[in-house]
């Protein structure tokens, strides 16, 4: 959980988990109680934090595929204002003018199933927004290791959105039955998910490995250790423990793992290439734009002859 890729990961794990256990107790409710469409039941609950999750990982998963600098730009912030606006507009359009024929069909509800109604709602709302906000953001320098993984879990998205649509439709119109086309969808949302998060799952270096790895070496420039610790400190922050197994994959760098300590006992430049060209290979730009981020904090105390032209 130290990173956004574990947070992510968790996040999105435990929404699949909530979906499950959502669906098996409807299922109860049509085999053993009988109920055709139990709702609003308590498969509900169940639903509502597989939403409330889904948001959370994907949140995460933004941050990781560096929506978050992104932000700072001036499209960035045009962005982040627009993606609210359509995300209602659209939600509105598909769910309230064309599943419910304009009417927020409240008034024959009880107040548990207008809360109800309104938290999917609502849902759906930020569930558009982020991944809009966050693919529109992250699209172009989205590469590497996990580009498929996040193409992957945003089209579940976009299914489960609209499988949500024609749920709210048939249900309006009293057409809806078990095992139509929209359950369909909402089966291979959650399947798209889960072979998403189970593409992200890459396990990092071991402490006993870390270890193993404890080396002394003579000392390189201190400048240039602390900047490659600062580079793989901040790839730490987002994609976990795996941010070292990386850099141990390096020649040139020798860790002391005890003292949480990196030397740089090759060529600076040629270290620095090498180590980028790592992270690059996971998250494509976004783990580049970390990268060049780090290295402005030590512009001034490295050699620019040491710096490759690509954290220029």
Not at 143 to 158: D, E, H, Q, R, S
Request: with cysteine; aromatic share 12%.
């Amino acid at each position: 959980m130290s990173s956004s890729l574990g947070r992510a990961i968790v996040f999105l794990s435990a929404s699949n988990f909530f979906f499950g256990i959502g669906s098996i107790i409807w299922i109860y409710y049509n085999l053993v109680g009988g109920i055709e469409i139990p709702y609003p039941s308590l498969a509900d609950v169940f639903w509502a934090f597989n939403i409330l999750f889904f948001i959370l990982g994907v949140i995460e998963l933004g941050k990781g595929m560096g929506a978050g600098y992104k932000l700072r730009t001036p499209l960035g912030k045009a962005t982040l204002i627009l993606a609210p606006i359509i995300g209602v507009s659209l939600t509105y359009f598909v769910f309230i003018s064309i599943g419910q024929g304009g009417s927020l069909g409240f008034e024959d509800s009880t107040p548990l199933q207008i809360f109800i109604n309104m938290y999917y709602l609502l849902g759906d709302v930020v569930i558009f927004t982020v991944i809009s906000l966050i693919y529109g953001l992250s699209y172009k320098i989205l590469g590497g290791k996990f580009k498929w993984p996040a193409n992957i879990l945003f089209i579940g998205a976009i299914l489960g959105y609209i499988a949500d649509a024609i749920f709210t439709f048939q249900e309006a119109q009293g057409t809806y039955y078990n095992a139509n086309i929209g359950d369909l969808l909402f089966t291979s949302s959650v399947f798209l998910s889960v072979v998403a998060v189970g593409s992200l799952d890459i396990k990092g270096i071991s402490s006993r490995v870390r270890e193993e790895l404890t080396m002394f070496a003579p000392r390189a420039d201190k400048a240039i250790n602390n900047l490659v610790l600062e580079i793989v400190q901040r790839q730490v922050h987002i994609i976990g423990p795996v941010a070292w197994d990386e850099a141990v994959k390096v020649q040139g760098i020798t860790i002391d793992a005890q003292k949480n300590s990196i030397s740089v006992t090759g060529d600076p430049k040629v270290v620095l290439e090498q180590l980028v060209g790592k992270y690059e290979g996971l998250f494509g730009n976004a783990s580049l734009e970390i990268c060049r981020e780090a290295t402005r904090k030590f512009i001034a105390q490295v050699p620019q002859e040491q710096i490759p032209q690509i954290l220029k």
